[in-house]
């Protein structure tokens, strides 16, 4: 194990008595639905300070199409949405949190609609999209496929015109400050000002997902998995990090972002098809096009190689006219913007890393185990999806848990009061005698890397020679104090695709989105258990704990789990 990168405890040097301060009772950092949704319910008992590293609108919630799953009305039962979610989990799911998660979905739907969100209707109803692995249609979208948008244009709209809600914008998270092993704030740089300090009562974790680990990613370019690894320095929990959902079916054109094509476009009945229109799914599932994610994306991937073609086709020749463009509007102009009429022409599509599922480890309250630190939204693993995401659930996690951490935390605040004056901190790690290596040339070639051996397929092997180089380029890399945010995004990357890495190599099983090619079956008796990962000294401390924390008893305060 890399020791540099086990005793990297802050990225950057501080001295307390050299910076600005700002003291608040809630920090939240990242602007997405966990975060925005996180603000407001602190901000009903205590003054918060949301922190963001490029413009507050900048997140995966941004970008996310389909919708948000709820049980809006019958037939359809919260016990089906629970159902559906737990088997997609794989075994790892925690029932309780599921439930939970379930039933609050429609208030939270209703809430936002109070607040204006303008989600697509079908004569009296919300409208219901259905998509892979979801027993009925009960996702609710807005303006067809620009959900995310929608909803980050309401919560955002209500945390600016709040009067206890502060959001600082272009302001880059580079780690949690602690003291006696609490959390108490945050040392960020803004492009302007510079490092400052800010200190609070409570932080909230809600920096979202690494898909950005990985070459091809539907992921912002924000995904750089910061969250997880200052939890990480902090000496958090980490969990089931070798889960990454892949989506199957992003726009491949050389050279263009790998842009999602919404399942939802599935649910409306868009086949899965080669160049010469010939189906496939059909042999790998009895659900077909709709089967659950990962299937589908083993089996796209399984096609690529047997054919040895760089991608396949989504086809929705067959809808009729105008439905696609309709129903579709983001993606249809997003296809024409490359000539691809989808009415008259098939949609090349591939697999991209889509998801993070596991991260720090939550109770149901957002708890982490640091005192002072909750998470919420993708940076957390909170129980609901187990070794699998079941399609839009997570912006329902978000909600969810983004409510709670906001209550706790607000609630938590007013009855502590406020940090008022700052620990004495510092941080100087001497400059390093080790010669420096290019940072960008290193992204790339770790996303090459994890693409190739920690993706859809995995091996023992490819595996402990991605793990083997990843400690390599952090010898060069995790031992420098460097100044710009891509260069703090790198070692986070670095040091996250070193969990995913062991996470995986851990795992000797294939559940849910983890598939080795060594191990292809599920293994109750020996895997129905997480992987946890944890800083030490010598890199990472690894160790199973049985399924669903959440069947012990939560902590329910905030002296860490
Ligand atoms: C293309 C796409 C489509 C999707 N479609 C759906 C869908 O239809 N339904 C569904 O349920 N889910 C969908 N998802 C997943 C879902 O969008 C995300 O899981 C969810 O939005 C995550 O929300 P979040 O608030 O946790 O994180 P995000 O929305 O990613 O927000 C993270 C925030 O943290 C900030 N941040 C990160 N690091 C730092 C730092 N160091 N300092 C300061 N700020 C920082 C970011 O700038 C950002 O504001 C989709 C995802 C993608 C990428």
Redesign the pocket.
Known sequence: MSSVLGSRRYLTNFDVHRLPHLFTDVIV???????LRAALAAAESADVLV????EAA????N??????AAVMQAPDRFEDHARDTLTVSEGLGDERVIQRVVREAPEHIRELQEWGAQFDVAGDHLARGREGGHSAARVVHAHGDA??REIIRVLLERARAHPRIRIFER???IDLLTDDGRVVGVVTHHQKYGHQMFWATTTIL????AGRAFRET???P???G??LAMAFRAGALLRDLEFVQFHPTTLYIAGAARA?I?EAVRGEGARLVHRDGRRFMDAYDPRGELAPRDIVSRAINAELKNRNVSHVYLDVRHLPSGTFAKRFPTIDRLCREFDIHPERDLIPVRPSA??TVGGVVTNPDGDTSLPGLLAA???ASTGLHGANRLA?????E?LVFGRRAGLVAGRRAAERGRIDHPPALSHLLPQSPRTALDVHDVLHSLQSVMSRNAGIERSADRLGETVEIIEFWSRYVMDKVFDMPEQWETQNLLTIALCIATGAATRCESRGVHFRVDFPTRDDEHWRVHVDLRRADHGIQVATSPRAAGEEDPPGDDTGM
């Open positions: 950092i990242g602007s997405g639905i966990a975060g922190v963001t590293k490029s900048q997140s995966a919630t970008v996310a199409q389909g919708g948000i959900t995310g302001c880059f998270s809600a920096t979202g997902g539907t992921n912002p924000v995904a750089t910061d969250g999602l919404s889509h998801y939204g993708e940076v839009s659930n997570s912006l329902l978000g």
